[in-house]
């Protein structure tokens, strides 16, 4: 009998190759379901949010995560309530991955006061203080820092936690990128660098302005740890983020992971994409993150009967209720437009 997911793999007795999953941590049936669940979430909710651009709902910026799924999904896994998450401007994953509701991130896009960052923010700047999500940045590679930073000040407090930090490819050629991990290596800070790396920096091939495109090989330069990880395999990308969060618990600085991932939409909604050709688009998507998951539990038995169904129509009627939600929302009161430009002085007790 080939090895499922239910099963138990110990070192020297793993499963032929050609099983994907071999030599995994152990995985429950449950666990495995709520991870395509996840993934099947945030690409029908970014699916919704691209109907809903078409009907300027939501306006602004629109970055969409459709193909990356498996990154934040796997790597949330490895952090705990208390580790510190900062994200990318194409963060709807992130957010929901983490905990932040359907709810408050719809509300968020359309720019409701309900939203997470009071409708401030848009699509590019969530935040959730409860869930230590400290958002995302429009400024390429601007949350390299801010993760360092934070990493110290957890350090100077005497916490034992984890500052997760999310960014693409093209922040690689930016200087914050080398500051940021030479500083996190010279302080022994506890960071979790991870890059999801689609390939393309905008409509830039990432071959056409790095003269090294191995992105993890940058952080030798740092003495950092770094490994290279399948970003279309939920499984890989959280077994690797537990590897590295663990060795970060135990004191072992800061870590890198890069994720290898392919966005299947535009840059933006208003990317034309004229640097990519459809057949490449087609070639990766038919190794997707949700297709691969969703094939692999098929084939092994783990995806019984009416699994599917039942968990498209849980996450269809959610989508449902949030789009209602923002709907019903309210506009922020113009009387408070520069409401938190100064922060608010705490009342005396």
């Known amino acids: 009998m080939t090895p499922g997911p239910d099963t138990a793999t110990a ?33 029908r909710f970014e699916d919704r949010c691209a109907e809903l651009y078409t009907y300027q709902k939501i306006r602004g910026f629109l970055h969409l995560y459709d193909g990356e799924e498996a990154v934040a999904v796997g790597a949330m896994r490895a952090l705990a309530p208390e580790d510190w998450v900062v994200a990318t401007y194409r963060e709807h994953g992130h957010a929901l991955a983490r905990g932040v509701s359907m709810n408050a991130v719809m509300a968020e896009l359309y720019g409701k006061v309900e939203g997470c960052s009071r409708g401030r923010g848009g699509s590019m700047h969530f935040f959730d203080k409860r869930l230590n999500l400290l958002g995302g940045n429009a400024i390429v590679g601007g949350g390299l820092p801010l993760a360092v930073g ?18 693409g ?15 996190a290596a010279l302080w022994d800070l506890p960071v979790l660098f991870i890059c999801e790396n689609n390939h393309y920096a905008m409509g830039t091939a990432l071959q056409y302005t790095e003269s090294e495109p191995e992105i993890a090989k940058k952080a030798a330069a740092y003495d950092m740890p770094a490994v290279t990880v399948d970003g279309m395999d939920v499984v890989a990308v959280e077994a690797a983020a537990r590897h590295a969060a663990h060795a970060i618990r135990d004191g072992g600085g800061p870590q890198f992971i890069e994720a290898s991932t392919y966005r299947f939409r535009a840059h933006s909604m208003f990317d034309a994409q004229l640097y990519r050709e459809k057949d490449e688009i087609e070639q990766w998507r038919q190794k997707g993150p949700i297709v691969r998951l969703r094939d692999w539990l098929q084939n092994n038995g783990v995806l019984h009967d009416g699994d599917l169904a039942a968990i498209e129509a849980e996450i269809d009627a959610e989508i449902d209720a949030a789009v209602a939600f923002a709907e019903a929302g309210q506009w922020e009161p113009v009387e408070d437009l520069t409401r938190f430009v100064m922060s608010e002085k705490a009342a005396t007790p």
């Open 11 to 43: 070192a020297g007795h793993a499963p032929a190759a050609a099983d994907p999953y071999a030599g995994r941590p152990h995985l429950t049936r449950d666990h495995l379901l709520d991870l395509l669940a996840q993934m099947m979430r945030i690409r």
């Open 150 to 167: 934070v990493a110290q000040a957890a350090r100077m407090r005497g916490e034992k936690t984890v500052a997760a930090c999310f960014f």
């Open 169 to 183: 490819d093209g922040a690689v050629a930016e200087g914050t990128f080398h500051e940021s991990l030479n500083l």
